[in-house]
């Protein structure tokens, strides 16, 4: 779909399937489109997609595995340790007719291939502390740029770019947007919960 506009592109990813049992664990809050869309954009006009090896670390339910697969990826693989969510990934995957991208059940850890651009949502590390090590870690590990959401908090922003730059990474902070979620957890108080998130670009320092 070589023509397709950021707007499209957000409106394909609304409408995937989301989680039908998200798991608290697991943190699974699946990536709203506009989100989705904007991340992937910003990726697609610096040439980090179309005809790239990409990976999305914790794909969930494969929303940005398949808009970088519809901004023209060469191939994409999708890491989840969750084998429902990557059911639901499947089905919205075969009906859209892409056809290359892989998905893998199991920790990120375990991801070895080398890639030219990481994208990734990782927990946040609010229910499980810490939980966005591995991510980060292997983000780095990828020889990659990394695309990543994170939440916009000083301490979260000062951590991950921390972590980052003693890996040999320089930060990029693109943009800060509102993220939906929907009431899906106990601790929810409200219908819709908004929170500040930022996009972030990290790319090696030494690349070229
Ligand atoms: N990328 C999706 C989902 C984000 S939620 C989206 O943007 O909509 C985070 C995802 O990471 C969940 O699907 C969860 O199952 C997965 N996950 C959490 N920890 C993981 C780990 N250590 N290894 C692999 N997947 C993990």
Known sequence: MPSLKKKQLAKILSNLECFDNPKVELEQYTT???VAAELLWIAHIN???????????????????IGASLLGADIVYGIDRDDEALEIAQRNIKNLNLENITLIHGDVSFFS???????????FGCQNRNADRPFLEKACE??????SINPNLEEVRRFVEMFLKEKGFGSYLLKTMSFEIPHQFYFHKKKLERIEVCIYRFEKLDRY
């Not at 040439?47 to 595995?65: C, F, M, R, S, Y």
């Not at 990828?142 to 695309?147: D, H, L």
């Open 32 to 34: 709203p489109g506009d």
């Open 113 to 123: 291939h080398k890639v030219d651009t990481v994208i990734m949502n990782p927990p």
């Open 47 to 65: 040439g980090d997609i179309a005809g790239k090896i990409i990976a999305d670390l914790g794909t969930g339910t494969g929303v940005l595995a």
């Open 142 to 147: 990828s020889e990659g740029v990394i695309y």
